[in-house]
């Protein structure tokens, strides 16, 4: 879950402006937290209540009610139009979305379940409460097995394998850098992020991975960083500058979450 933030906020100043190479400076003054942190910390606000998760139309109640108190606190932090008009007017009902908000807030599930089934059943249901589109609940349930599977001590190959029954990524980043664009759904960012993550040596590299090929640049990081941190590890200091980034209240969130779950 970490390494979803600090993705996002190493991706943040890249998002408008793609720098398709490994050679940048991680953290600079540029850098800030977007919804991908801010939804991300959501779904982990929601799984620190006392909501029964293994009854998964409440833990969607409790979800939507705490997608709103958290995303309304930021209303200028780059949400999608679509989502934005879902918050704010309180809306309670999926709008069959099959953009890549549903992989790049999904990292807490992963920590959270128990087994790769719960995994996947939550996963399921994080990103029905907004992305019911079969695209929207498969990016999410892709990330959050690779995470859950990076987390017991799965081999690369082994995450792969699992990766390939949803995504048949065919391609390296080397072959798509150059031509690679702008988009905001599943199909075309998921894919991306996991190669960046299965071509890194390292965390800090899985990150770099990520930038480079440019696009929707804080999401894709922050999807890299979700399975990456998992797998890898994160060091203090990185985790520590990142978070350095966040308010109090966020902080508040991500530190409960973090010893709850993550110890």
């Not at 998760?53 to 932090?77: N, Q, W």
């Not at 800090?204 to 990081?221: K, L, V, Y």
Request: with cysteine; net charge negative.
């Amino acid at each position: 879950m970490i390494g979803a933030i600090i993705g996002d906020v190493v991706g943040s100043r890249f998002e408008f402006n793609n720098f398709k190479s490994k050679d940048f400076e991680i953290f600079n003054a540029d850098c800030f937290f977007t919804d991908d942190s801010v939804m991300t910390l959501a779904v982990a606000k929601a799984l620190l209540t006392d909501t029964d998760t293994s009854d998964l139309e409440a833990f969607k109640k409790e979800l939507i009610g705490v997608m709103h108190e958290v995303g309304m606190r930021y209303p200028g932090c780059g949400y999608g139009g679509r989502f934005y008009d879902w918050m704010m007017n309180n809306r309670t009902e999926p709008y069959n979305s099959y953009g890549n908000g549903s992989a790049m807030r999904v990292s807490p599930v992963a920590w959270y379940a128990n087994s790769l089934e719960e995994c996947e059943a939550l996963a399921k249901a994080s990103a029905e409460v907004t992305h019911n589109h079969p695209e929207g609940i498969k990016g999410a349930v892709a990330v959050a097995g690779a995470i859950y599977l990076a987390r017991t001590k799965h081999n690369m190959g082994e995450i792969r394998e699992y990766v390939n029954k949803f995504y048949d990524i065919n391609f390296t980043l080397d072959e798509i850098r150059e031509e690679y664009g702008f988009y905001e759904i599943c199909q075309k960012s998921v894919p991306e992020a996991l190669e960046a993550f299965f071509e890194s040596e390292n965390f800090e590299d899985a990150i770099r991975n990520a930038i480079s090929i440019g696009g929707d640049s804080d999401t894709i990081a922050a999807i890299t960083g979700s399975v990456a941190e998992a797998f890898y590890g994160i060091s203090e200091e990185m985790r520590k500058t990142a978070l350095s980034y966040l308010d109090n209240y966020l902080l508040n969130i991500a530190d409960s979450f973090s010893n709850k779950f993550m110890g």
